[in-house]
């Protein structure tokens, strides 16, 4: 399990041979890497990206455990950069390595899922014509319930 | 009890302060914000929206805003969470 909170970017090629070779019984890799997208005004000057240091590397390390838990994955990795950032560049990236593709690709989704409202991280749009915090969406909340067990009710 | 408050994103900005520690006899997280709302305008600004704010404490993000205080060092005070 890698947890990786950052200000300078990162290269996901680098990372993810990082993945292969730590597990030669890996069979499957997935990768999710997050860009900076422009509004719909086409006007994002920046994102300035906030976090709870205290808290977000214990949300992570959690959320990651919580995917080792469930699905049979030879390793994992959760990279989310800070500060301010342009549009185009890499905000963030998870990767999770099996034996076998289902494993990868659903602990891939449920890593995101949970990064986008349980993890202390706040997004600042800064346009042209002002600065506006990002409001988080409801069906980054709805997505969730998927994830949720019988046990946990 | 003494607590470090901490607060992010735009409850930052209202508040105008990013930590304090909080002399306070609040039971529970509902307490602690009605009474931090009492202080100042810019508090009840901050804290009047219940269902736009989260609280971690210890790092924790609380389910229920009756959670109690007791034993807690950090609570930290923000609006849902914009991660990914």
């Known amino acids: 399990m890698v947890v990786s909170v950052q200000t300078e970017d990162f290269d996901a090629s680098e990372r993810i041979r990082d993945l292969v070779s730590a597990h030669s019984q890996t069979g499957a890799i997935v990768t999710f890497t997050g860009l900076v997208r422009d509004n719909d005004g086409g006007d994002l000057v920046a994102l300035e990206l906030e976090h709870y240091p205290l808290m977000t590397r214990k949300a992570l390390l959690a959320i990651e455990a919580e995917a080792q838990a469930r699905w049979a994955l030879r390793a994992s990795l959760i990279i989310h ?59 980054d909340e709805a997505a969730l319930t998927r994830w949720r067990r019988s046990s946990d009710d | ?55 971690a404490v210890d790092q924790e993000l609380v389910d229920d805003l009756d959670t109690a205080l007791a034993g807690a060092r950090e609570v930290a005070i923000f609006p849902p969470m914009t991660g990914g």
């Open chain 1, 81 to 139: 950069r800070i500060g301010r950032l342009v549009p185009g560049d890499r905000i963030m990236m998870v990767a999770t390595a099996s034996a076998h593709r289902r494993d990868a690709f659903e602990a891939a989704e449920f890593l995101m899922d949970y990064l986008k409202s349980r993890a202390p991280f706040w997004k600042k749009e800064h346009t042209a014509r002002g600065s506006s915090w990002v409001v988080a969406e409801q069906s």
């Open chain 2, 1 to 55: 009890m003494k607590l470090d408050v901490l607060y992010f994103a735009w409850v930052r900005e209202r508040i105008g302060e990013a930590s304090e520690v909080v002399e306070t006899t609040a039971a529970t997280v509902a307490e602690l914000l009605s009474e931090l709302s009492a202080r100042e305008d810019r508090y009840a600004v901050a804290l009047s929206d219940l269902s736009a704010l989260r609280v």
